[in-house]
């Protein structure tokens, strides 16, 4: 294992970068941390990452980004962390774990915080999240019967990659949704564990924003009601 710093550029508001500080936490990798103000971003940052997202990583005298990439990497070079399982179908059931609450889930969050005042705009984000998510039970209970991570007791890349996306739905619906509560939750156990797993990591609750900073930024960002 190489031994040189790394410097993580990092927007404690951004549910992405909150993926790549989760994984350095959880390799217990040596760090710098360089917060960006994604309203107001530094010129020089753009040498960082021309595409000025975060997070990025300044590692073994070069620069890498995106979220994936970058939690990916870490599981590579902290290979005795485990954050993947050494079995290539498990490690393709965490990848496709990922990609499923990426594609089917988080997506509902941004259609809603961007279309909040078309019509059944509510409506759509509660039906099509909760039937993803009964989908995302069967997943889970595939892997293990029991939690409360993803692969059962083995905290993973895939609770690495989830955690900070439903903080932000779980905060939203109780916020701007009057407390509402997605009924696949409520009638899946395995499901109710692991996101209550998840949601009670260490480095996931040590490098959230908050509830209240979360909605906050978000309030002013997207123009929400409660």
């Known amino acids: 294992m190489s031994s040189d710093k790394i410097i993580f550029y990092n927007a404690v508001i951004c549910p992405y970068a909150q993926r ?8 217990g990798a040596e760090y710098e941390t360089v917060n960006i103000d994604l309203q ?15 997070p990025a ?15 990916e990497y870490l599981n590579d070079r902290f290979p005795e962390k485990n954050l993947l ?18 594609s089917k889930i988080n997506s509902e969050f941004y259609k809603y915080i961007f279309n909040q005042n078309a019509e059944n705009a509510r409506e759509n984000f509660e039906t099509n999240i ?12 595939q892997q293990a019967k029991t939690g409360p991570y993803f692969l059962g007791n083995d ?12 903080l932000r739905i779980d905060a939203l619906s109780k916020h701007f949704l009057n407390g509402f509560e997605f009924s696949a939750v409520k009638t899946n156990p395995r499901l109710a564990e692991f996101l209550a797993g998840i949601a009670d990591r260490p480095s996931v609750k040590e490098t959230f924003i908050g509830e209240d900073a979360f909605v906050e930024q978000i309030a002013a960002r ?4 409660k």
């Open 57 to 71: 990583l300044n590692t073994e005298g070069q620069n890498i980004a995106e979220s994936l990439v970058i939690i």
């Open 155 to 166: 905290f993973s890349l895939a609770d690495v990659a989830i955690a900070p996306h439903f």
């Open 20 to 27: 790549a500080a989760i994984a350095l936490k959880e390799v």
């Open 130 to 141: 909760n039937a993803s998510l009964v989908r995302f039970n069967e997943l889970l209970l």
């Open 222 to 225: 997207y123009n929400l009601k």
């Open 40 to 54: 107001n971003k530094p010129d020089w940052y753009k040498d960082i990452n021309p595409e000025l997202k975060v």
């Open 85 to 102: 399982p050494k079995e290539p179908l498990k490690r393709a059931y965490v990848r496709f774990a990922i990609e499923y609450f990426s």
